[in-house]
């Protein structure tokens, strides 16, 4: 039997927390990928405070739940929700993606503690994630491995390759979510290259596939305390933005940087929504 660690908190006000603290850094640093942040906030919150195994004054903990931010791009979010859960200091955000932070743009494991896998280029984080839980089953070990995958990368053969294998491995520690928000760098992603039908060509592949509401807790919680004989994906419909307005199904929120008038509205919005 496993130790069993601490929660963090309530996850609405969790998910609102890193979406305030996300805007905040990517302002701050005049980065971008903000859309991508928001739609998988209620995601973060969920795993951290309702369902993984962690202690954050041991993020090296043995039977610690590992967690790979696969769609790398969209590290604020891991950073916010670290901080809020005290493996590092809140104060550190403010220097996200400035010269000599530790917080790069793409989250990095190098000196950030409660970061599993530095990620950034599209389709590896997967893979590294059948290993890890391969390991994890070899071992005889009881934690388990989420993998958070964006739906454009599931555009890349390496993501398919792994798919195959974690199923002919039967890895029931693995879980996938897919954050499905269709849209990916300039179109939507049925512009880019159509996926659908996501669903079954996961099920086909021999996974448990679940669809989702990627923004209601109770569902995210139900579904991802599951468990099964074979890796589940769970495509969590979300909305690229979520929260802020104006940046709701806006492509071009993944690369642009929210600043004066934006900023205040984004930072308002988010402040006074208790379902944020």
Not at 17 to 45: E, F, T
Request: aromatic fraction near 6%; charged fraction near 20%; charge should be neutral.
């Amino acid at each position: 039997m496993r130790t069993q660690t601490r929660r963090c908190m309530d996850t609405r006000d969790l998910a609102r927390k890193i979406r305030i603290h996300s805007v905040k850094m990517v302002n701050w640093g005049g980065s971008s990928h903000i859309g991508s942040v928001l739609s998988m906030a209620d995601i973060l919150a969920v795993l951290y405070g309702n369902i993984l195994n962690f202690d954050p004054s041991n993020p090296e903990l043995p039977d610690r739940d590992r967690v790979i931010l696969s769609k790398g791009h969209a590290g604020a979010g891991v950073y916010a929700v670290l901080a809020e859960c005290g493996f590092f200091p809140i104060e550190w955000l403010k220097q996200h993606c400035q010269n000599g932070s530790v917080l790069s743009g793409h989250v990095s494991s190098k000196g950030v503690p409660g970061v599993e896998l530095s990620t950034g280029s599209l389709g590896h984080g997967l893979s590294v994630g059948v290993g890890l839980a391969l390991a994890a089953k070899m071992r005889k070990k009881e934690y388990r491995i989420y993998v958070l995958l964006g739906d454009g990368e599931c555009n890349e053969g390496s993501v398919w390759e792994a798919v195959m294998f974690a199923a002919h491995h039967h890895l029931n520690n693995l879980i996938v979510i897919v954050d499905r928000n269709h849209l990916q760098s300039i179109h939507s992603t049925e512009q880019t290259l159509n996926m659908e039908p996501l669903k079954e060509k996961w099920r086909v592949f021999g996974w448990r596939s679940i669809p989702v509401d990627g923004h209601d807790h109770a569902e995210l919680s139900s579904v991802l305390s599951q468990r099964g004989s074979n890796p589940m994906c769970v495509i969590a419909a979300t909305t690229k933005g979520k929260g802020v307005s104006f940046m709701e199904n806006q492509v071009d929120w993944h690369y642009r940087t929210p600043t004066g008038d934006l900023f205040q509205q984004a930072i308002r919005e988010l402040e006074i929504s208790g379902d944020a």
